[in-house]
């Protein structure tokens, strides 16, 4: 695959991304069929502030991974695809409707093992409009649209660790740590799109007990 072009953020329109990076076709393995629950995610982005920025939700406290960093998405119920599943968590999680988001593709996301989890990253794009969103207070603390150019910044860059010498890398915004899959996948998307800049993995970080 050829290397996406490094785009300037100053600079940078939706219109010019690389969408042909991302796969029409990245889904389940069908292999962990019944082994692992099978989950999509949705990776929203939007240049409402005239920028690109990427939607995450902070999770209830009092769910499973509450607190945590996370994108929108869920386990795949009946003979959903991934854009399916994406979108009814989507509007299940935050509100916004299915009508609001122009989907751009997929992207494989590794099988996150501590979970128990086969994920596909669906990646597509919305206006950015606040009030379109209705945040589903039993599943959702907060929303938090985050711009690239925050994420990209190596002073917000370092690679988490935690027991049994799981790490990956990871991003300190706006007062929280994303680290674990959503981090992977956010920096999968930054990497596809040409955004992502040169950081020290060298910066270690463990996961504070609140995030995990």
Not at 40 to 51: D, F, G, T
Not at 136 to 145: C, H, S
């Given at each position: 695959?050829?290397?996406?072009?490094?785009?300037?953020?100053?600079?940078?329109s939706?219109?010019?991304?690389?969408?042909?990076h991302?796969?029409?076709?990245?889904?389940?393995?069908?292999?962990?069929?019944g082994?692992?629950r099978?989950a999509?995610?949705?990776?929203?982005?939007?240049?409402?502030?005239?920028?690109p920025?990427?939607?995450?939700?902070?999770?209830?406290?009092?769910?499973?991974?509450?607190?945590?960093?996370?994108?929108?998405?869920?386990?795949?119920?009946?003979?959903?695809?991934?854009?399916?599943?994406?979108l009814?968590?989507?509007?299940?999680?935050?509100?916004?409707?299915?009508?609001?988001?122009?989907?751009?593709?997929?992207?494989?996301?590794?099988?996150?093992?501590?979970l128990?989890?086969?994920?596909?990253?669906?990646v597509?794009?919305?206006?950015?409009?606040?009030?379109?969103?209705?945040p589903?207070?039993?599943?959702?603390?907060?929303?938090?649209?985050v711009?690239?150019?925050?994420?990209?910044?190596?002073?917000?860059?370092?690679?988490?660790?935690?027991?049994?010498?799981?790490?990956?890398?990871?991003?300190?915004?706006?007062?929280?740590?994303?680290?674990?899959?959503?981090?992977g996948?956010?920096?999968?998307?930054?990497?596809?799109?040409?955004?992502?800049?040169?950081?020290?993995?060298?910066?270690?970080?463990?996961?504070p007990?609140?995030?995990?």
């Open positions: 695959m050829k290397k996406p072009e490094k785009y300037p953020l100053a600079h940078l939706l219109a010019q991304l690389p969408l042909a991302l796969s029409r076709t990245a889904t389940w393995d069908e292999q962990l069929a082994r692992v099978q999509a995610v949705m990776v929203l982005i939007s240049e409402a502030e005239a920028e920025s990427i939607l995450f939700t902070q999770r209830a406290r009092g769910i499973s991974q509450g607190w945590q960093v996370s994108f929108p998405g869920g386990g795949r119920e009946g003979a959903e695809n991934p854009e399916q599943t994406a009814r968590e989507t509007y299940e999680e935050i509100g916004l409707d299915a009508s609001e988001i122009q989907i751009w593709g997929r992207l494989a996301a590794p099988t996150a093992s501590r128990r989890v086969d994920p596909v990253a669906v597509g794009c919305w206006s950015g409009a606040s009030e379109l969103l209705r589903n207070a039993a599943e959702v603390e907060r929303i938090l649209n711009p690239v150019r925050e994420l990209v910044d190596p002073a917000h860059r370092v690679t988490w660790e935690i027991e049994h010498d799981h790490t990956g890398p990871g991003f300190l915004v706006d007062n929280v740590v994303i680290w674990g899959m959503t981090a996948i956010t920096d999968a998307v930054l990497e596809i799109f040409g955004w992502n800049q040169r950081w020290d993995r060298e910066r270690m970080m463990r996961v007990s609140e995030f995990r």
